[in-house]
């Protein structure tokens, strides 16, 4: 209370805060704000609170920095200082009284310590220039912070000079001499002697010089100095093929070390032979001129000497034993000494820090295919396309791009891409000065499965049943007898032959621990052949679909459940692995696993734009699962199977027999309880729901059961709006909301909420559809897009209709920040939402030419989409809006053709088979016609207001602004207002048949008249 009135309270406190609280419910949606048994509280998480965000952002990034990760300490540290500038909001000499204020006073610490993170890491990840300015700054603010200090002199000696830095570090040791009687620490100091002796020429032994560029690979080498600085010993580890030699190359050549020995162990063939090769290449002795191996260490010291050197180790997988027992007897015998690892597996010290070293991303694979095909064969062909397609199943290893761009010299681009299917026969032959080990992709491979323990084989060959990566739950199905499955994922990833990725609980990592194993596709297909030479193939199959078949049970309610967000979630990451197991349980006509994998692929598919996928799902599993008798836990994975495939197809094409409607009324009755259930008795009720009472469907809205009256009403929704009754069908939506908001399903909860502001964009009530969207929105991410505009792009045209442009703007730029999956950019309306901003704000030409841009787009994006119901409607009502806008704006001529082209389709729909109620068709009809009229009418055919008056009629689209009634109604009137209301009385009591009779009439006779 004292922060709200500071100076004096109101007279009735309580109330006064209920009425703050009822305002900003009104301005941020109900939903933002909560009430709790002492007040209220906003419902966002802590990564929602700029306040908070901070917070997280200091921490990760210096646990990042901590842990070496330079690049993710500055990208975490940058992500912080995008939420807040360091400013207090209130004026010198002000008082810290707002609550505001001062909480942004209390985090001017965690911005200081943000901005601090970041000039680091910058000057970790070599980046000298950038960081030296926030170095310098941080340098007069936090005069004694030796770190940063440090830093800042090894920026000035790369930027400026070694003398500048010189300089600075000895006015900063005098400084604290005099003031505090003491010498810098030890880092410092460290630092000054290398500083001292840079004048000292580099030596570096062993060495080479790389005959071309290494792409791609800047970061890895500043992130992997970067941790020679902090640690004794660091280990680049990696499949092979990645290219940890060539980055330990170019770290040698760049090492701050005056000395460097380079040693290759690949010729080592035994753990006690690694000393002596060490000893020979660094120069202690030929052969084994000593009597022991702490004599040969001995000797290594020495001819290392006692300043600053760098030793690297390559290759030591082989031999990690023999290198690990030499690294830490030389790292706890030589003070200045620093060791670079590279090794499929870490060395286990420690002393030791181990870099990952990632594959190249997609445009470093393209460019360096590029730059060794042409230097293959000059002339190639390089299609950017089918480059690109190579690239992305190399798995970003430059070995295998190499190979596969040297392959030039005799086949085409399009034939290496054809051939990859069998890679390890395409990519062999590399460059003769490439060692024996890389010259084929197979023997690469090879030399990791040979280093591996008969368990880590059987392991590998078992994994590799999964092409989408696996969780240790899913590890544990598949693995049978070899058991022990985190010791054997333990040791997979200790050779580098899997991966671990992390993410919080419900993430899309799939696992409520958040970690996730991936193989790459390479590995994975050298253990597939193995695991069929083995002949495991049926045995592992059936494991693994036993897995998919469990996971499918315990998912099968993944719309419906508590905590749906988690379960799509997890059902998402698995997508890949289910699909493949969905063709196992068909190959072998396994009911159980058909049912349960249907059930969860058909929520998901349901959920995003993934319709093409949903209608082969439903076409490939309704024979099998309408012969199946399901057992006793089976029976509501195969209802929810059912439920979801019957209600998409219906959604799709209108109600028409399916072989999963068939199934579901065959199913044993339960209780409608649950969703599911309740979907069930409505969707086997819809053959007795007729029209024109629907008798059958208003028993069902008036049932007992709850949720039966919420999914009745639901579907009462479609029927109405069918029948042209949008008001009553918005009624019906806020039942249903009504109803199945207590369930506390996020799912439902979308779903209502997006029904309502679906009804309310398509009529005109902006203001009530932008509430709903706000609550939708309020409830996170629950299945990604889960509609065809998605709900940030609903809010764009709600506040285009309440006519706030300004606000449509922010939340277009929302949306355009959101990533989109490539099935949904066909619906994703930013050019149309972009041209009605223009327009709105009197940019004419440039809101008609977006216009244009959109019909074009959507036009070549809507190809691959052949047949989906939902493809075709969306594109007619972009032409439409289009035309209308040209015709309001008096331009009709860079649109000529398009009227006649939409009139055509029109009368098609009305006359042909096209017109069968499909839900998704029916706001199409008016909407077109209302289009057609707005262009005869800006053609000088006033009969054209007979359109307009019949659209009217007609269930019309109008979410765009330019298709609002009250446009057409203005349109009409002044184009003739007697005409008009007499159209309009005369079509008032017309029926459905009546009015697409009197609508083929309009259209054939404006043709010819």
């Not at 941080?138 to 800042?152: M, N, Y």
């Not at 060539?246 to 070390?257: G, I, M, P, T």
């Not at 099968?556 to 197991?581: I, K, M, P, T, Y």
């Not at 994703?828 to 940019?843: F, K, M, N």
């Amino acid at each position: 209370m004292e922060g709200l009135w500071p100076d004096e309270l109101p007279e009735r406190p309580g109330k006064a805060v209920q009425v703050l609280v009822s305002r900003l419910r009104a301005l941020v949606g109900a939903g933002l704000i909560v009430s709790t048994p002492t007040g209220y509280r906003l419902a966002l998480d802590e990564a929602q609170v700029d306040s908070s965000a901070l917070l997280s952002y200091e921490a990760a990034s210096a646990e990042r920095g901590r842990a070496g990760d330079h690049a993710g300490a500055l990208a975490r540290a940058e992500a912080g200082l995008t939420l807040w500038d360091g400013s207090l909001g209130a004026g010198e000499g002000e008082e810290l009284r707002d609550p505001v204020t001062a909480l942004r006073a209390d985090r001017v610490p965690v911005f200081r310590s943000l901005v601090r993170s970041r000039a680091l890491a910058l000057a970790r990840l070599g980046r000298t220039e950038e960081a030296a300015a926030p170095l310098a700054e941080l340098v007069r603010e936090l005069p004694r912070d030796e770190e940063v200090l440090a830093e800042l002199l090894r920026c000035e000696a790369a930027t400026v000079g070694r003398a500048a830095a010189l300089t600075r570090y000895d006015g900063y040791r005098r400084g604290l001499r005099d003031e505090l009687g003491m010498d810098p620490g030890p880092r410092l100091r460290a630092l000054y002697q290398e500083l001292l002796r840079a004048d000292t020429p580099p030596v570096r032994h062993g060495v080479p010089h790389e005959p071309n560029p290494l792409l791609g690979r800047d970061a890895d080498v500043a992130a992997v100095a970067g941790l020679l600085r902090e640690a004794r010993v660091v280990t680049v580890v990696g499949p092979g093929g990645l290219g940890k030699t060539r980055l330990s190359h170019a770290v040698s050549r760049a090492a701050e070390q005056p000395l460097v020995h380079f040693v290759t162990l690949v010729g080592v063939t035994a753990d006690e032979d690694v000393v002596g090769e060490v000893a020979s290449v660094v120069g202690a002795g030929e052969g084994r001129q000593f009597a022991g191996g702490g004599d040969e260490v001995s000797g290594v010291v020495a001819a290392l000497g006692p300043g600053p050197a760098l030793l690297v180790l390559d290759n030591c997988e082989h031999v990690l034993a023999g290198a690990a027992a030499l690294v830490q007897a030389l790292v706890s015998r030589s003070k200045e000494l620093r060791v670079l690892a590279t090794s499929r597996a870490p060395l286990g010290l420690t002393s030791e820090s181990v870099y990952a070293l990632p594959e190249l991303s997609l445009a470093t694979s393209f460019e360096l295919f590029e730059q060794r095909a042409r230097a293959a064969r000059p002339g190639v062909e390089l299609p950017a396309d089918r480059v690109a397609e190579i690239c992305r199943h190399l798995d970003g290893l430059p070995l295998a791009v190499e190979l596969a761009a040297a392959r030039v010299r005799v086949l085409s681009v399009a034939d290496i891409s054809r051939r990859l299917r069998d890679r390890f026969a395409l990519l062999r032959g590399g460059a003769r000065d490439a060692p024996e080990r890389h010259r084929t992709l197979r023997a690469v491979v090879e030399w990791s499965w040979n280093l591996l323990e008969a368990d880590g084989r059987a392991a590998l060959r078992a994994l590799s049943v999964f092409p989408g990566g696996f969780t240790e739950d899913a590890a544990e199905y598949v693995l049978g007898e070899t058991g022990g499955a985190l010791d054997l994922l333990e040791q997979l990833a200790g050779q580098s032959l899997i991966k671990v990725s992390e993410g919080p609980s419900g993430s899309p990592s799939g696992s409520p621990s958040g970690v996730r194993f991936h193989m790459l596709e390479t590995l994975r297909e050298f253990s597939a052949a193995r695991r069929v030479e083995a002949g495991e193939g049926e045995a592992v199959t059936g494991r693994f679909l036993s897995w998919a078949r469990d996971f499918g049970r315990a998912h099968h309610d993944v719309l419906f459940s508590g905590d749906s967000s988690a379960s799509f979630h997890r059902v998402r990451a698995e997508q890949d692995n289910l699909v493949l197991a969905l063709r196992h349980a068909l190959a072998r006509a396994d009911g159980s696993a058909i049912a349960a994998l249907t059930a969860a692929l058909a929520s998901l598919w349901s959920v995003g734009t993934s319709y093409t996928r949903l209608a082969t799902l439903a076409a490939e599993t309704g024979g099998p699962l309408s012969h199946f008798r399901p057992g006793p836990e089976d029976v509501e994975a195969a209802r929810s199977a059912a439920v979801v495939c019957t209600a998409a197809l219906f959604m799709g094409h209108g109600p028409h027999a399916v072989r999963q409607l068939a199934t579901l009324r065959r199913l044993p009755p339960a209780p409608p309880d649950t969703v599911p259930r309740a979907l069930a008795v409505v969707l086997c009720a819809v053959p007795d729901i007729r029209a024109p009472q629907y008798t059958r469907l208003q028993e069902l809205c008036d049932a007992d059961e709850p949720i039966l009256a919420g999914i009745a009403a639901g579907v009462a929704s479609y029927v109405w709006e069918s029948e042209h009754e949008t008001e009553r069908a918005l009624a019906c939506a806020r039942r249903m909301l009504a109803a199945l908001g207590p369930l506390g399903n996020p799912s439902m909860a979308l779903l209502s909420h997006g029904r309502i502001s679906e009804l309310c964009l398509q009529s005109g009530h902006g203001a009530e559809a932008y509430e709903h969207l706000r609550a939708a929105d309020a409830l996170g991410e629950v299945g990604g897009w889960s509609d065809s505009m998605g709900v940030r792009w609903g809010l764009v045209l709600a506040c285009l209709q309440r006519g706030e442009v300004d606000e449509a703007e922010y939340w277009l730029g929302l949306a355009a920040l959101e990533q989109q999956p490539e099935s949904a950019r066909i619906y994703s309306p930013d050019l149309s939402a972009r041209a009605e901003i223009a327009l709105a704000r009197g940019l004419t030409e440039v809101g008609l030419g977006l216009w244009r841009q959109a019909v074009e787009r959507i036009r070549e994006d809507s190809v691959p989409y052949a047949g989906d119901p939902f493809v075709d409607p969306w594109w007619l009502r972009i032409q439409s809006t289009a035309l209308a806008a040209h015709a309001q704006h008096g331009r009709l001529e860079p649109v000529a053709g398009l009227a006649e082209q939409l009139r055509e389709r029109l009368l098609a729909m009305f006359s042909g088979s096209s017109a069968d109620g499909s839900p998704v068709e029916l706001p199409v009809y008016g909407t077109v016609l209302l289009a057609l009229g707005f262009a005869r009418l800006a053609g000088g055919d006033t009969a054209a207001v007979r359109l307009l008056a019949l659209a009217e009629r007609m269930p019309v689209t109008r979410d765009f602004p330019t298709l609002s009634a009250a446009r057409a109604r203005q349109a009409a009137e002044n184009a003739d207002r007697a005409a008009y209301a007499d159209a309009r009385s005369g079509y008032a009591t017309l029926g459905q048949e009546e009015l697409r009779a009197a609508a083929l009439r309009e259209l054939t006779g404006g043709a010819h008249g």
